[in-house]
């Protein structure tokens, strides 16, 4: 069974233009694997993918296509997944209107923001891709 999932227009940006500049051919989508960790309640590891693996269900909402393994289905179930952006660092960090706050004194000194998950700067590209040179 699919979760559901809402995806700001922030996040569908972010997964879209990561899926576009993978150089994937249309289809293609985010394989989200959500597991359980860490202050904010939530780890994630992400990678654009032509289809979905064995196991995994698409899920299509917000204009975004997710590939999600069963684990991750249980976690997500009425999360919102939104695009988060500081000074300091960005990503993609997941709501859960059922979970308290953290109460540890750490949390604001030393952890990132709730559920916001690390990407190299490098693997997102600005604009559109360059178009290929012809020789004459």
């Known amino acids: 069974m699919l979760p559901k999932v809402t995806i700001t227009p922030a996040a ?9 500049f993978s150089g994937l051919p249309a289809g293609a989508g985010l394989r989200l694997a959500v597991t359980p960790g860490g202050c904010s309640g939530y ?5 654009a993918e032509a289809a979905p693996q064995t196991g995994e269900q698409m899920l299509e909402t917000g204009g975004v296509r997710l590939f999600l393994g ?3 289905r249980l ?7 939104d695009f988060t952006e ?4 960005s990503g993609l960090s997941f709501i859960n209107p ?9 949390a604001e000194t030393a952890a990132p923001p709730s559920g916001v998950t690390k990407i ?7 604009g559109r891709p360059a178009a290929p040179i012809l020789a004459s």
Request: charged content about 20%; proline content about 0%.
């Open 70 to 72: 069963a684990e991750s």
């Open 98 to 106: 059922n979970q308290a706050a953290c109460g540890c004194s750490s």
């Open 120 to 126: 190299e700067i490098s693997a997102i590209g600005r």
């Open 75 to 81: 976690m997500l179930e009425g999360i919102t997944i």
């Open 43 to 47: 780890s994630s590891e992400f990678s």
């Open 86 to 89: 500081t000074a300091t660092q």
């Open 12 to 20: 569908a940006k972010f997964i879209n233009r990561i899926v576009r």
